[in-house]
């Protein structure tokens, strides 16, 4: 740990022009999460909250009614942030609210570009309105990635406050756009699988690949449930055979609209997290937390209270990132007693 700790030092006073200092850092980064060491140097890629509020009131969010005085990220925080963590790479602008919803967005898009920060957003894309699409198209993102669970009616009551009309009106105008202003950024559908007939069945499987071919989005990624208590490890264990089934009548659906997929592995493989220590997630008001997944595991404020590893708008990154809180945490998590949220968590276990 000394010799691994003395490395990092030096690693950390390199002039911040060397393109060397990007690859050590990834270097050393992955190393830690591979030794599963409770000390780790500075991300290279982070995600980071734009809003902590949303326009729609999904059934399946633990947001609702969730207020805040510093619900939206500002430029001057991230500013300060993006220059605390040089060089770093990539930053996944998603948290538990709408990114579109901060009024200077687009203003923190631009920081990024300053910065040669690549980038990646998360919506809903109810927002999404052509006027608004081509202002962030013009910033050149790596990816946009619109959450989507089914389509039509049911796509309604699961996401209410969503009009599936006009969600369909945005996202092919913003093909259309990008093909203008920015053809290398990638669309991407998103689908949570929801392992319950009545909410999400296989025909709205196939209506959610068909609206990917029909807009002309790249891929549909779909991952695992996140609810607490849902014991995904014995349902998995138990359904093991019926999940391969699924899953590949889904590439066959995919490979007849000649639609990549991403999918999720159906053998549990326990301990497979390593975002702590590669990957954070920082919440809108500056809350350093382990990951992006935990805060959809109980009411938004009680995980932050009880997971935040500290604020990175209050006190220097490099100090939050190994508090103590973040140290033992790490620990636990490489224990056979993980926190309580990772038990029930699909990367922890694998199946993401």
């Known amino acids: 740990m000394n010799n691994f700790n003395k490395a990092f030092s030096k690693l950390s006073s390199l002039p911040p022009n060397q393109k060397l200092v990007g690859s050590l850092k990834i270097f050393f980064n992955y190393l830690a999460a591979a030794f599963r060491l409770p000390q780790t140097p500075p991300p290279v890629e982070i995600q980071i909250e734009p809003s902590s509020r949303c326009n729609l009131r999904c059934s399946i969010c633990n947001l609702k009614n969730y207020q805040s005085k510093h619900s939206f990220l500002s430029p001057a925080s991230l500013e300060k942030l993006v220059r605390q963590l040089k060089p770093i790479q990539n930053v996944n602008l998603t948290g538990m609210g709408e990114s579109l919803l901060n009024p200077q967005f687009i203003k923190l898009l631009t920081i990024l570009n300053r910065h040669h920060v690549s ?69 991407i559908l998103n689908t949570v699988l929801i ?102 595991f109980g009411p938004y404020q009680e995980i932050i209270d009880r997971y935040s590893f500290g604020n990175v708008f209050d006190q220097p990154f490099n100090r939050v990132w190994n508090s103590p809180r973040a140290r033992v945490f790490r620990r636990q998590l490489s224990s056979s007693n993980p926190p309580s949220p990772c038990r029930f968590c699909p990367k922890y276990l694998g199946i993401l």
Request: glycine share 2%; net charge positive; aromatic share 8%.
């Open 119 to 187: 980038f990646t957003f998360i919506t809903n894309g109810q927002l999404l309105n052509p006027i608004l699409a081509q202002k962030v198209l013009s910033q050149k993102p790596k990816a946009i990635i619109v959450s989507i669970d089914a389509t039509d009616k049911k796509y309604e009551n699961i996401r209410l406050g969503a009009s599936f009309p006009l969600l369909v009106k945005n996202l092919t105008h913003l093909f259309q756009l990008s093909q203008k202003l920015s053809p290398k950024t990638e669309l």
């Open 195 to 296: 392992h319950r007939q009545e909410i999400q069945n296989q025909k709205d499987i196939e209506s959610i690949i068909k609206l990917a071919d029909r807009v002309n989005f790249s891929r549909v990624t779909f991952q695992n449930v996140f609810e607490p208590n849902t014991h995904l490890q014995k349902y998995h264990q138990n359904h093991s055979r019926q999940l391969t089934i699924r899953y590949q009548k889904i590439q066959t659906i995919a490979s007849r609209y000649h639609q990549p997929v991403t999918l999720p592995q159906t053998h549990i493989k326990p301990n497979s997290c390593y975002y702590p220590w590669i990957y954070p997630q920082i919440t809108s008001s500056g809350e350093l937390l382990p990951c992006c997944l935990i805060p959809q």
